[in-house]
């Protein structure tokens, strides 16, 4: 009897395996990949992640734990470079070199294994998993569960199935500055990051770049030190609180919190800009206030689009494109036999200690560390935020508190 198994091993359940990795808890991971892998397609050259290094796996709970990111710099002989480097944001890079650092260490964590199923059987869960390369099926029994299957890349059906996510860029990058025109659309980090690489990347002296938008300008991220309490454990409770109108109209509200650029990307791709000459500037395009309808292919793609302010069509005749256009959950079938309570379509209801609700009464419980936007704000998906979530879990999993949780962590009070 297991205290917790884990579908999925993100960096969100990655970290929960650490974090657990000290207590009595018996836990198990399962993944169907062959090693962990966070986001290789955008694995751009000087990308930088948003969160600081402080927002690793476990330091926000147990700055002693040895999975912390320091220790890792110790391991591999570079904490006094990373001293000198004086700066709290890594690049992304370097931080996937330590998420794959840890998971080499972790007993409890499965890849080639994929859950098939899970079952109620009254008193606890029986995870039934299948080893990818033989088929082999086993079965084991668990009080608890956590679905932390991540997202998958969303592209609107309208789009030929020849656009390319950004998800699997750079496996494409290659083939992409083969083409005479490349186009991006998206208006976020992502599109940001490859617009700007395509922009400083070696290719042909007629290549043409088009970055389309349907926002009017491009936003940048929230880095107002109050403004960034949102993503604390103090806004997250409060939010959670809310009443189900009032997080439903606040989501949409989030959108610049959760889709803005960097402002240091977005000055790199203006110092680029300016230095190109008037010949290269006229092959290169930034189109806003445009609304993607639909990409068909027939030798070339074609971009049909409409502006939003003056509501005509466009098109764009081009090589390949590029769609940053982010992703929805990835909710597994077999959570449809498990009688969760849904808030509106396809949204858990999720408590403040990330317990998914259900229609049915149960002292064994499910937990999510997906497809938490509606419950949880615009924390959900923001990596600086798991730590605190994963503790609330393991102290709900064990009934007492293993990892003490900061109270009033901001300046500011929401409620």
């Known amino acids: 009897m297991y205290d917790l198994i884990g579908v999925g091993i993100g960096p969100m359940n990655l970290g929960l395996s650490a974090l657990a990795h000290p207590t009595p808890l018996r836990t198990l991971f399962f993944d169907e ?13 000087d990308s930088m992640m948003q969160t600081s290094f402080i927002s690793d796996l476990v330091t926000l709970a147990d700055p002693t734990s040895p999975f912390t990111y320091l220790n890792y710099l110790r391991s591999i002989n570079r904490l006094h470079t990373f001293y000198f480097y004086e700066k709290l944001l890594i690049s992304r890079q ?3 070199a330590y998420l794959k650092w840890v998971s080499t260490q972790l007993d409890d964590l499965h890849f080639s294994t994929r859950v098939i199923d899970i079952q109620d059987t009254g008193d606890s869960y029986e ?20 679905l932390g299957t991540g997202s998958k890349p969303s ?21 992409i500055l083969q083409q005479d025109k490349v186009s991006i659309v998206g208006s976020g980090q992502s599109a940001a990051e490859i617009f700007l690489d395509l922009l400083t990347s070696d290719r042909k002296e007629t290549f043409e770049l088009e970055w389309i938008s349907r926002s009017t300008i491009f936003e940048t991220l929230e880095t107002g030190k109050l403004g960034e309490e949102i993503f604390s454990p103090s806004y997250v409770r409060y939010f959670n609180s809310l009443p189900l109108a009032v997080r439903q109209e606040a989501v949409s509200k989030f959108a610049r919190s959760q889709n803005g650029i960097s402002p240091e990307t977005l000055q790199a791709i203006y110092e680029h800009l300016y230095d190109l000459s008037n010949e290269e500037q006229n092959r290169v395009k930034i189109r806003a206030n445009l609304e993607v309808d639909q ?18 069509q466009r098109t764009s005749t081009t090589g390949a494109v590029v769609a940053a256009t982010g992703f929805v959950p990835s909710l597994p079938r077999f959570i449809n036999r498990l009688d969760i309570a849904f808030e509106e379509e396809q949204a858990w209801k999720v408590d403040a200690n990330y317990r998914i609700s259900r229609t049915v009464s149960a002292n064994h419980h499910l937990y999510a560390t997906t497809n938490l936007e509606l419950s949880h704000g615009p924390a959900a998906d923001n990596l600086g935020m798991s730590v605190s979530r994963n503790q609330l879990i393991l102290n709900d999993v064990a009934g007492k508190e293993l990892y003490p949780v900061e109270q009033h962590a901001t300046f500011t009070t929401f409620d």
């Open 33 to 45: 990949s062959e090693q962990f892998s966070w986001h290789p397609g955008m694995m751009i050259k």
């Open 94 to 96: 370097e931080y996937n």
């Open 127 to 146: 995870v039934l998993v299948e080893e990818v390369a033989t088929g082999k099926r086993t079965t084991y029994e668990t009080r608890n569960v956590v």
């Open 155 to 175: 592209i609107p059906e309208s789009f030929d199935k020849g656009v390319i996510h950004n998800t699997q860029y750079v496996m494409e990058k290659e083939s």
């Open 295 to 312: 990409i068909s292919y027939d030798s070339d793609f074609t971009i049909t689009m409409r502006h939003t302010e003056l509501n005509d």
